[in-house]
């Protein structure tokens, strides 16, 4: 039986991931499939490297053409991640009519539309399971198992490194800069960890699911953005106390046509699936107006995981080759997306400050929320033994984004508030 | 544009469900396939008995040669539920090269075989993803998401009416025989609810999922089972002090070629994501060689939310019309089962005995799983106030099923062992 023979673009962890599985299951891919899945040429930068996974000599390759232009490759998986020249390595091979499964969210988040609009030209599949929460199948789940809703809402937890951090911080009590220590020597973060900790590979995950949840062209600039750093043991000691976990959590909303989509820390209450989902964990929390409350969860990253998306997106492929239908993710038009405005994104909010401790302090406080219609569910006051200001936590029954930036304002010019510590949205 | 006619069996709750969401959601649905779908006609009981939700008289017949004989309809979507005459339709329908929708599990669990290869052999879909856990999209999943990976445990709450009553007795330290009651009134079970309480609804599910995560042929008679019924107050007491909930789960476990599957109560730990699923959701935990562990989670009932999941089918039949491409699921070959022996099955075990309340008796009780090599992890005993017996609470290590038959024949024969008075599975 002739295979099909694929070209793969880096052999890093997730491509020593996916030699691994074609290997080991291979006869079980082949009873899926009917066919034989061979990785003809694999891309390197150096061919000549000792690698931790067998593969003989002539498979490896520093040239780019010899991928390309082999016209008895007709799949190229791509796992070298970045931009360039992952881009124009992409856009040619669909040029020449390959197709394209690819774990590389950072290309998906920028120039999804770009690389969609040319596979569709060309009758092409471009699969990217793995761009997003590794292992867990949520693409997918977006794409197929939900077509027939009008998805709400979904919330996730989409970066391992975030989760492990909060994690830690919420079991251990301990402080932010000591667990970012231990998750880099652990090879849980990296040694520049700003793209994690700050939300930012987040947000392009979110880019991803949103244009697929709510069929819009959602971009990245869409997506507001805050990371983890500011955290502190406080925040996570009270959210206890009130039975909140704090959680990195990516929120879009839909409400009539228009979107809203955020990364943030995220007080999420104990009872809440999303508030359990501890370590590397990654989850998926969607909301359809039909279907209700639905949740996906496994891990986010690592070699098998992640390969295991590939391949299966790879499994796809072969499928589509077979029937002789390639293009099918070219069905589907998107919406041009609206996004909502400070007044239409309403949230619960949890917010802490440090105030002057003297009489008529937590009135006056009371008063702004008043003010702007702001209305509370709880209200914390107690003396900080370490601090001659008192500390008042409040949390907010839902109000409007433009409503809060107000009462914040207001915040900022009162005397009695010295600092304004914490302002976090609330879920669950 | 020439809508795709799709021809209604039944029209109760989950019928009802698909007419208001192809009606609701058609401009998403046009959007994601370029057609309109059409409800073209429906087959009831009554065509004159009066119905909540908006439907043209001329669309209701009791006739069902007006569906499976018109030529217009392309797809058949079957809600009516039951062996007969739902699988003659079925067969006739795939006969005459109509695609099929089914949510049918007790169908597809005893007739799925059959169905499938009439499908395979006229180049016709059957779709069901229904048919387990509502709305969860756990056979994409597994059929496309796992392909790639070697899938070695499943395990499934895909039961809500016994969720919900395990969750009550759990939460309210209530009684069966009570919380049963309210299940009724509430409508969360049936005025015979033997088909839920006593796992054999879950059996049907799981031997669907494990048909499809292992590849194998596995028949219903496979499934080992045992309900809720027997289970007691104590039970979820003790379960609780040793940091375990009491769930009704499927389990389906592989061993290099080798498969059990069973559906029984299980204490679950605390800690493991299936113990905090509560109520009436379903949640299905797969466990891949490659991808490790998932949890997908979800409402397993209700008219929308497994609307949902047929009118997702929809679409996806829809999708293939258009590319000429039915019967894609006829890929893939299934292996012929082989079943784990006593000896191959593996669990860890809780067992609660009452035994005389004297010296020398935890003694004898020991002894009994030492002779037949089966290592403790806990042991609990203590005097029961409204019994002259004392009660016995032990968790074992892993040990084989047939050494833990053993251990339970011994202990009927012993006369310091009052009764064996609860055994059931332990995971997490």
Same mark, same amino acid.
């Given at each position: 039986?002739?295979?099909?023979?694929?070209?793969?673009?880096?052999?890093?962890?997730?491509? @020593?991931?996916?030699?691994?599985?074609?290997? *080991?299951?291979? /006869?079980?891919?082949?009873?899926?499939?009917?066919?034989?899945?061979?990785?003809?040429?694999?891309?390197?930068?150096?061919?000549?490297?000792?690698?931790?996974?067998?593969?003989?000599?002539?498979?490896?390759?520093?040239?780019?053409?010899?991928?390309?232009?082999?016209?008895? $490759?007709?799949?190229?998986?791509?796992?070298?991640?970045? $931009?360039?020249?992952?881009?124009?390595?992409?856009?040619?091979?669909?040029?020449?009519?390959?197709?394209?499964?690819?774990?590389?969210?950072?290309?998906?988040?920028?120039?999804?539309?770009?690389?969609?609009?040319?596979?569709?030209?060309? +009758?092409?599949?471009?699969?990217?399971?793995? &761009?997003?929460?590794?292992?867990?199948?949520?693409?997918?789940?977006?794409?197929?198992?939900?077509? &027939?809703?009008?998805?709400?809402?979904?919330?996730?937890?989409?970066?391992?490194?975030?989760?492990?951090?909060?994690?830690?911080?919420?079991?251990?009590?301990?402080?932010?800069?000591?667990?970012?220590?231990?998750?880099?020597?652990?090879? =849980?973060?990296?040694?520049?960890?700003?793209?994690?900790?700050?939300?930012?590979?987040?947000?392009?995950?979110?880019?991803?699911?949103?244009?697929?949840?709510?069929?819009?062209?959602?971009? %990245?600039?869409?997506?507001?953005?805050?990371?983890?750093?500011?955290?502190?043991?406080?925040?996570? !000691?009270?959210?206890?106390? %009130?039975?909140? /976990?704090?959680?990195?959590?990516?929120?879009?909303?839909?409400?009539?046509?228009?979107?809203?989509?955020?990364?943030?820390? @995220?007080?999420?209450?104990?009872?809440?699936?999303?508030?359990?989902?501890?370590?590397?964990?990654?989850?998926?929390?969607?909301?359809?107006? !039909?279907?209700?409350?639905?949740?996906?969860?496994?891990?986010?990253?690592?070699?098998?995981?992640? !390969?295991?998306?590939?391949?299966?997106?790879?499994?796809?492929?072969?499928?589509?080759?077979?029937? *002789?239908?390639? +293009?099918?993710?070219?069905?589907? @038009?998107?919406?041009?997306?609206?996004?909502?405005?400070?007044?239409?994104?309403?949230?619960?909010?949890?917010?802490?400050?440090?105030? !002057?401790?003297?009489?008529?302090?937590?009135?006056?406080?009371?008063?702004?929320?008043?003010? =702007? /219609?702001?209305?509370?569910?709880?209200? %914390?006051?107690?003396?900080?033994?370490?601090?001659?200001?008192?500390?008042?936590?409040?949390? @907010?029954?839902?109000?409007?984004?433009?409503?809060?930036?107000?009462? %914040?304002?207001?915040?900022?010019?009162?005397?009695?508030?010295?600092?304004?510590?914490?302002? =976090?949205?609330?879920?669950?």
């Amino acid at each position: 039986m002739k295979p099909i023979k694929v070209g793969l673009l880096g052999l890093g962890t997730v491509g @020593t991931g996916v030699v691994r599985i074609v290997e *080991n299951h291979q /006869e079980d891919l082949v009873s899926q499939t009917g066919t034989p899945i061979e990785i003809a040429k694999i891309l390197v930068q150096d061919p000549s490297k000792q690698r931790n996974v067998a593969i003989h000599p002539d498979k490896l390759t520093d040239n780019p053409r010899e991928i390309l232009e082999n016209e008895e $490759i007709d799949v190229i998986v791509e796992v070298m991640g970045g $931009i360039d020249p992952a881009k124009t390595y992409i856009l040619e091979a669909l040029e020449r009519g390959k197709h394209i499964v690819t774990a590389n969210k950072d290309l998906m988040a920028l120039y999804g539309r770009e690389i969609l609009a040319k596979a569709s030209e060309k +009758g092409c599949d471009v699969f990217y399971e793995a &761009s997003v929460a590794g292992g867990i199948p949520i693409i997918r789940t977006l794409i197929e198992g939900f077509s &027939s809703d009008r998805i709400t809402k979904i919330m996730g937890i989409v970066n391992g490194t975030t989760n492990y951090i909060l994690t830690k911080m919420s079991q251990e009590g301990a402080a932010y800069d000591d667990v970012l220590k231990e998750a880099q020597a652990l090879g =849980y973060a990296e040694a520049d960890p700003t793209s994690d900790v700050e939300g930012l590979d987040a947000a392009r995950k979110m880019t991803i699911l949103s244009t697929l949840g709510f069929r819009s062209n959602v971009d %990245l600039a869409d997506v507001s953005v805050k990371g983890i750093s500011q955290v502190s043991k406080e925040d996570i !000691a009270y959210g206890k106390q %009130l039975g909140y /976990e704090v959680k990195l959590l990516g929120i879009a909303e839909r409400q009539d046509d228009y979107i809203s989509i955020g990364v943030q820390p @995220t007080m999420v209450k104990k009872s809440h699936p999303l508030a359990s989902v501890n370590g590397v964990f990654n989850a998926v929390y969607v909301y359809g107006e !039909a279907v209700g409350e639905t949740m996906f969860y496994g891990p986010g990253a690592g070699e098998m995981p992640t !390969a295991t998306s590939v391949v299966s997106d790879l499994v796809a492929v072969v499928r589509n080759l077979k029937l *002789n239908n390639g +293009g099918r993710k070219s069905f589907g @038009t998107y919406k041009e997306k609206k996004l909502k405005t400070d007044e239409q994104i309403l949230s619960k909010n949890y917010i802490l400050l440090h105030v !002057a401790d003297r009489a008529g302090v937590l009135a006056q406080i009371t008063q702004v929320f008043a003010e =702007y /219609e702001v209305s509370l569910e709880s209200v %914390l006051q107690h003396p900080n033994k370490n601090n001659p200001k008192a500390e008042i936590i409040i949390i @907010t029954h839902e109000a409007n984004q433009a409503s809060m930036k107000k009462v %914040l304002k207001k915040f900022e010019q009162l005397d009695v508030v010295d600092s304004i510590k914490s302002v =976090y949205r609330v879920e669950g």
